[in-house]
Structures are given as C-alpha cells and as structure tokens.
C-alpha cells in the first residue's frame, strides 16, 4: 500500500516546511481575541505564509475524502466545530471560545501540518480539562514514534488518554502519512474503532501527522451544512492538537515545534 519512507535529506526539507506551519499558526493564535471573526483569521495566514514563500497546502486542494476543493487557506474550528471548519466573516470569536487552527503548507516540494486549539480569554474547568487530556494525547503518540512500535499503539494511546481524562476521541477522523504530498498512507486513528485488522510496524523514515481530536460528550460527529465543517453530534466543545513526526535513528523528531 505505499508507504513512503524519507531520507534525512528530505526529512529537513519537510521540516522547513513545517517549521513555516508553526510560525504561522503561532502569528495567527496571537492575534485570537473576542471580536475577530474565522475570517480575519485566515486573512493572517494567507498573509503570512505569503512572507514565507510558501504555498497554503489546504487552499484549492482536494482532500481524499471528498471531491470539492477547500476554499480557504486555514480552518478554523470553533467550540462544536471538530475540524475542517471554513473560516466565516459572520463567526465572531467571544470570550471562552476554543479555536481549533488547522494549518498546512507546502514549501519546496515537501509538506507540513499542524493544528493547535486556542483558549479565548478564562475557559471553564470542563473545556481546561478537554485541552489538557488532547495535548497530553499528542505528547503520548509522539513518544511512541520510533521505529519497532506499531501504529496500534499510537492508536492506545490517543484513546487511552481521552478515557482518562473522561473526554471521547472522536471517530473517522485522524492523522496521516505525510511528506510529497500532504496527505499519504497510512491513515492514523484517534479511535479503537478505526483501527483496522491490519497494523503497521513503525519505520525509520516514516513521517507521519497525528491528530487527536477529542470531544467533551461524544465520539459522533454530523457534518455542517457549508459541506465541510464537521461538528460533535451533541454539540459538545471539541479540542484539536497535530504535529507533524519523523521516525528517525535517534527516535521521534517533531518538525512542526518551534
Ligand atoms: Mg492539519
Ligand atoms: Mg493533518
């Protein structure tokens, strides 16, 4: 089934790029405040990127799972929103949002991809608590990247977590191989669920992005009416963190940290 394993060479060129995803995401979360809209948000990335010399890697792409090409450089992923939000002029940021930022590029042929979930202002106990288990999630996975593991444990561990702090890892959503292109094999679970019969031993030279995304009331999702935006099925707050990892020699490489 293709997977693609990556030089050192090229794992620093996907680093550059991912490197420029985390700038980016670090100017747009500066600038979340109440009153700016989805909209003003994405005006930043596209800005930014632009700085950078690289290209959005979400902007006119089509992912493979539909056949429409996103419309917009960034997602923005607000409260109830799981992920893919579009950014909107009529969505005003208020205070105790959570902004879920889902940012790609593409930069000298290579890939990065990373997401962030950013508090606005004081957040309640509740939404402190979804944060807290879907970051710890990602620094739980990320341990796990080196080469011998095997992908189900990535998948334990995202779950596990999510049990833990008594949030839901949401279902048929996750991460992915990454590198040429933005989205390769294999696909990287959040849910026991999803994990299919076959498992994959993890490889020096695998790149992957792992993405929890956790939930405060259900594993279930419903799609938005814009045709992109994917929201919890009870509407409950929902909470995104993504790096983008190398499986190297000397163990995980997270290239999307500053
Ligand atoms: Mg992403
Ligand atoms: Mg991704």
Known sequence: MGLELYSFKEIDKIKAASQIVAEVLQRVAENIKPGVTAWDLEMIAREEVKKRGAKAAFYNYKPPFSNRRFPAALCVSVNEEVVHGLPKKERVIKEGDLVSLDFGVVYKGYAGDSAITVPVGEVDEEKKRLLKATKLALDRAVELCTAGNWLSQIVEAVHSTAEE???????????????????EEPFVPNNRKDMGKKDIKLRQGMVIAIEPMFSLGTEETVADGDGWTVKTKDGSFSAHFEHTVAITKKGPMVLTEL
């Open 165 to 183: 702090y008594r949030v839901y890892p949401v279902q048929r959503y996750g991460g992915h191989g990454i590198g040429r292109k933005v989205h």
